[in-house]
């Protein structure tokens, strides 16, 4: 068994916990390392990527499965933030699942264009806001090659401004679905952080 040090406090509770679960050190590292790498969120409706690996109806996702609200790059999109390519994985290669485009067969959520919808995100934790913003893909998109800006709409269809608020667990923007639209495409939500140079990117197939 590897050792590490911890206060004796968190070594306590850590290693009731441990025992408890039956995970042994692995349960004890998990303790310490939570608070930074779980926090955070992603949409689930309509479904994004990283929530189809968590549920099981996608597979072969890698890590992504068990984090699927860890989509976390630079906050700036689209003048900064991930690389064209590398837009729904948050530019983390250990997610690069959710920029392949599986040749167009990503399960896409029905939906109607021009007709109100409510976009959710679920969280776990709702960090101060500074927005959330919501691109489409333009017509003509080609759903087997990973997401580029040059792709999308270059404005977005929806933006929600919290001003530094900190949004509820769970939340819903109420919106319209962009109008013009047919076939599949994919929708790129941007939440931005305000007090950090983070926001969080979650992609979302779609049918019109
Ligand atoms: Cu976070």
Not at 141 to 158: G, I, M, N, S
């Amino acid at each position: 068994m590897r050792s590490f040090r911890m206060p004796r406090t968190k070594r306590a509770a850590a290693t009731a916990t441990a025992t408890t679960v039956g995970l042994g050190v692995v349960a004890a590292l998990a303790l310490v390392t939570a608070p930074t790498a779980s926090s955070h969120g992603y949409t689930d409706t309509p479904i994004s990527r990283q929530k189809l690996c968590a549920n099981k109806t996608v597979s072969d996702c890698g890590p992504i499965q068990w984090e699927p609200q860890s989509v976390e790059g630079l906050k700036g999109f689209p003048a900064a933030g991930p690389a064209d390519g590398r837009i729904c994985a948050g530019n983390h290669s250990e997610f690069a699942q959710l920029d392949d485009p599986r040749g167009g067969a990503w399960p896409a959520t029905p939906v109607t264009s021009g007709q109100s919808y409510s976009f959710r995100w679920q969280f776990t934790a709702n960090h101060s806001t500074t927005d959330f913003r919501y691109y489409v893909t333009k017509n003509g998109w080609d759903p087997t090659k990973p997401l580029t800006r040059a792709a999308l709409d270059p404005q977005p269809f929806l933006a929600v401004a919290y001003n530094g608020a900190r949004p509820a667990m769970t939340t819903v923007h109420q919106g319209t679905m962009p109008s013009g639209k047919t076939g599949r495409h994919l929708i790129l939500a941007v939440w931005t952080v305000n007090d950090t140079p983070m926001a969080f990117y979650s992609c979302s197939d779609v049918q019109f």
